[in-house]
């Protein structure tokens, strides 16, 4: 199997990629639906659990040091998805929720500058003034449905996930075999403070023993839609493009998943999409697109100048 990696998708890969996304973006209404019946700590340790089991029994743990699995697994378990959860739950709306998380890109390159003694460059300056204003502009329209601490929560999820995927790089792995493990066994590790959080804080054991009790099918299949579709489908298959494709021809892709997440919550859940959040979401996916692609943008506009 050849390991040259192409400089455009395929339209197999393309569909792909779009599917991943549409599964990233549509996965905040299936998020809100589930938390009608399960708190946020424990909706995400059930998220976890079935993350973990049964594919721990017939995948060996990846071999990389215990402190990175468990330092990732608390980040993306507790400091990302509990915290989104719980945002979701009452302090911000779905769509809104799905473009906010997206701060990660900042915060992802922010820490590989730091640890890599990098300077800030120009156009990444810009792009996080873009993104600072659109954020801006949907803190000043915060209402009953967003609120500014909804909006705090999200930009926290968004460091949590840019803190964990600087741990996971230097995890050393790149096989896409090895990246499912990663994920599947750094589930053992986000399970118990989940577990502990929503046993002190969301009721008692009796009463989240009630709750799992009476709890409908199709909420089990939402907690299974977040298990495997999302976290185990979405993050392999993620990798396996990853393994294919130049990072610079996969990277934009999750750019769509605010386009999947507000156009789903707006058709499933009737939320609003007033002209100021569009032209906020604008803002901050401009930005977004900016400080992911310029580089490689630049590399073409200069060949065509030169061509020309």
């Not at 949590?160 to 493990?181: C, E, H, K, Q």
């Not at 499933?268 to 401009?286: I, N, Q, S």
Request: overall charge positive; glycine content about 8%; proline content about 6%.
């Amino acid at each position: 199997m050849s390991n040259i990696k192409t400089t455009t998708l395929p339209l197999s890969h393309l569909l792909l990629a779009l599917a991943i996304v549409a599964i990233w973006g549509t996965n905040f209404v299936v998020m809100k639906n589930c938390l009608a019946v399960f708190p946020p700590f424990m909706f995400a340790a059930l998220r976890y659990s079935f993350a973990l089991l049964p594919m721990a029994l017939f995948i060996p743990r990846p071999k990389v040091p215990l402190w990175n699995l468990a330092l990732y697994g608390v980040l993306i378990g507790v400091g990302q998805f509990g915290i989104v959860y719980y945002a979701v739950n009452s302090q911000i709306s779905p769509g809104l929720a799905s473009l906010v998380i997206q701060t990660q890109v900042f915060f992802t390159i922010g820490f590989a500058m730091l640890l890599n003694k990098e300077r800030l460059r120009l156009y990444q300056i810009f792009a996080l003034l873009l993104a600072l204003i659109g954020l801006l502009i949907i803190a000043l329209h915060t209402d009953a449905t967003t609120t500014l601490l909804g909006l705090a929560l999200m930009v926290f999820a968004g460091f949590s996930w840019g803190a964990a995927n600087t741990v996971g790089r230097y995890a050393g792995i790149s096989r896409p075999a090895d990246l499912f493990a990663y994920v599947v066994w750094a589930s053992a590790f986000a399970v118990p403070p989940l577990l502990l959080i929503s046993a002190v804080f969301e009721g008692g054991v009796a009463h989240l023993s009630q709750i799992l009790e009476q709890a409908p099918l199709g909420t089990w299949l939402g907690v299974l839609w977040q298990s495997w579709g999302n976290t185990l489908f979405g993050y392999a298959a993620w990798a396996w493009l990853l393994s294919k494709h130049p990072a610079a021809v996969v990277a934009p892709m999750p750019l769509l998943v605010p386009i999947f997440g507000m156009g789903a919550s707006a058709i499933y859940l009737g939320e609003d999409l007033p002209v100021w959040k569009l032209f906020a979401a604008g803002l901050v996916m401009v930005g977004l697109l900016i400080n992911v692609s310029w580089p490689r943008l630049k590399e073409q506009i200069t060949k065509v100048i030169k061509i020309t």
